[in-house]
Structures are given as structure tokens and as C-alpha cells.
Antibody, heavy 121, light 112 residues
């Protein structure tokens, strides 16, 4: 059974930091791009960042560049998101998702249940 | 960045009736392998998004055949042939043609 389990969410002050983790199981982790997607309360989905299977490439949405850092540990089947210089508008549920394949016969997409990050003084 | 625009944003539907949602992109989503990098997701209340349609028109595993996707390039449509009560939630299109990946605003489907 495929599982993505996020952890590390909680309350942080503006300007503070948090580290989110996502533990993967049930699939070959090293075949998958890993993504973080967030959803502010009552709002839509926003893609935040992703990382290539070998960790050699990373991409970010402009609003988090220089503040958030994605990383992965393939030996631990885990991906991380370091959140720094947090702002109130970073408040959201953060979802971890996995992606592999880009053809009709191979297109795997998995999502976790999310972890809530609240930025407030 | 590729801008994704969905319409309508709210969709009240009578059970058994059809429904359709449009998604347009500011750039072509046709990729080098000949497929469109466009997915449709449904987020049911209190749940994570679930994949319905991928590469514009392919139904994901376990998705009922009343769901279908069509379109190419920059114009896409999600159709539900006969809406059921369990279809309520917010529908999103997502482009994966280039980073940053971008979602549409979401279409909230409700039962009349």
C-alpha cells in the first residue's frame, strides 16, 4: 500500500522556521519526483516546490524562493521542506506528493494527507 | 509562468444531469511525446486531492467512466455524464508542462 505521511507542521511566529517531513512507503521512492503543494484556509491549491529523483534539480514557486528549501534522503525514503522567514500568508495545509511517469501506461501520482502550518504571532 | 483559468467557479447540478468544466492555459500544454500535460483533480471535503484524468484525456485507475476529459493545446474540458451526490467537491486542473506547475482556481460542484 502506498503511503505518504507528512509531519512537522504546527504554530510558528512570523520570521520563524519549521521543517516538514514526508515519509514514503509502498513504491520505489528513487523513481519519483517529489512535490510539496499547499492550500491556504478556504483557498485553492498552490504548487510550492519539487525535486528530481536523484536530488540534482529543484524548482520553486517565486513566492518561496530564498525562504524554503526542499531536500530528500533516498536512503530514508523521505523528503523534507525547510520553511524559513515565515510569513502569515504561508499559513496552509502542506501536502507531499509523488510523481512518476509521463505516458498513458505509466502515470503514477500519490498524495499525502497534509500537515497544517500556522504562522501567527 | 503558465496561467490556468477555470470556468465556471461554481457549478450547481441536479443529480443525474451532466456537468462540464472548462480549463484554458496561457500556453500550449502539448509536450514532446505528443500528450498534453494537463491533469484534473477532485478534492472532496476534508480530503486530499485525488487524480481523475491525466494527460488531458486518460481516466485514472478506479475513476468511474462517467468522468471524461478532452481537449488539446490550450483548451480542455472535464465532463461528468451523470452527476452523483458523491461527486461534490472542488475540481482543479493542473498543468505539468513546465515549472512552476500551476493549478486552476478550482470549480466547486454542489448538488441542487
Amino acid at each position: 500500500e502506498v503511503q505518504l505521511v507528512e509531519s512537522g507542521g504546527g504554530l510558528a511566529q512570523p520570521g520563524g522556521s519549521l521543517r516538514l517531513s514526508c515519509a514514503a512507503s509502498g513504491f520505489i521512492f528513487t523513481d519519483y519526483w517529489m512535490n510539496w503543494v499547499r492550500q491556504a484556509p478556504g483557498k485553492g491549491l498552490e504548487w510550492v516546490t519539487n525535486i528530481k529523483p536523484d536530488g540534482s534539480e529543484k524548482f520553486y514557486v517565486d513566492s518561496v524562493k530564498g525562504r524554503f528549501t526542499i531536500s530528500r534522503d533516498n536512503a530514508k525514503n523521505s523528503v523534507y521542506l525547510q520553511l524559513s522567514s515565515l510569513r502569515v500568508d504561508d499559513t496552509a495545509v502542506y501536502y507531499c506528493s509523488a510523481a512518476a511517469g509521463n505516458s498513458p501506461h505509466h502515470y503514477d501520482r500519490y498524495w499525502g494527507q497534509g500537515t497544517l502550518v500556522t504562522v501567527s504571532s | 509562468d503558465i496561467i490556468m483559468t477555470q470556468s465556471p467557479l461554481s457549478l450547481p447540478v441536479t443529480p443525474g444531469e451532466p456537468a462540464s468544466i472548462s480549463c484554458t492555459s496561457s500556453q500550449s500544454l502539448l509536450n514532446s511525446n505528443g500528450y498534453n500535460s494537463l491533469d484534473w483533480y477532485l478534492q472532496k471535503p476534508g480530503q486530499s486531492p485525488q487524480l481523475l484524468i491525466y494527460l488531458g484525456s486518460f481516466r485514472a485507475s478506479g475513476v468511474p467512466d462517467r468522468f471524461s476529459g478532452s481537449g488539446s493545446g490550450g483548451d480542455f474540458t472535464l465532463r461528468i455524464s451523470r452527476v452523483e451526490a458523491e461527486d461534490v467537491g472542488v475540481y482543479y486542473c493542473l498543468q505539468a508542462r513546465q515549472s512552476p506547475l500551476t493549478f486552476g482556481q478550482g470549480t466547486k460542484l454542489e448538488i441542487k
